[in-house]
């Protein structure tokens, strides 16, 4: 059983930042792909973020282009979602997950094998 733990959720206001985190503790950090998603009260789980297992492959939603980045420490088995320019539109539980596999889409929650518990971030007014 595979197991992330999530940290670096919290409050801000508007503008601000926070940088999330997902560790493997005790586990190789061979995951073919970490994704983030988030998800938004009443809302479906959507996708953020992903990057392969080389670091140099990185994917976003449009929505958050330009303000989240990706970024993986294979070292630490880590990966990190820095945020910038936070809106309430932002306002959501992160998801960090991983798959092993490759050749399905990595937009979808439906390709990746293992979850973390989530993480709460708000971001006010």
């Known amino acids: 059983q595979v197991q992330l733990v999530e940290s670096g959720g919290g409050l801000v206001q508007t503008g601000g930042s926070l940088r999330l985190s997902c560790a493997a503790p005790?586990?190789?950090?061979?995951?073919?792909?970490m994704g983030w998603f988030r998800q938004a009260p009443g809302k479906e789980r959507e996708f953020v973020a992903t990057?392969?297992?080389?670091?140099?492959?990185?994917y976003y939603t449009d929505s958050v282009k330009g303000r989240f980045t990706v970024v993986r420490d294979n070292a630490k088995n880590t990966v990190y979602l820095q945020m910038n320019s936070l809106t309430p539109m932002d306002t959501a539980v992160y998801y960090c997950?991983?798959?092993?596999?490759?050749?399905?889409?990595?937009?979808?929650?439906?390709?990746?094998?293992?979850w973390g518990q989530g993480t709460q971030v708000t971001v006010s007014s």
């Open positions: 005790g586990r190789t950090f061979t995951f073919y792909r």
């Open positions: 997950a991983a798959t092993l596999s490759g050749g399905t889409p990595y937009y979808s929650p439906t390709s990746y094998n293992y």
């Open positions: 990057i392969y297992r080389s670091g140099g492959t990185t």
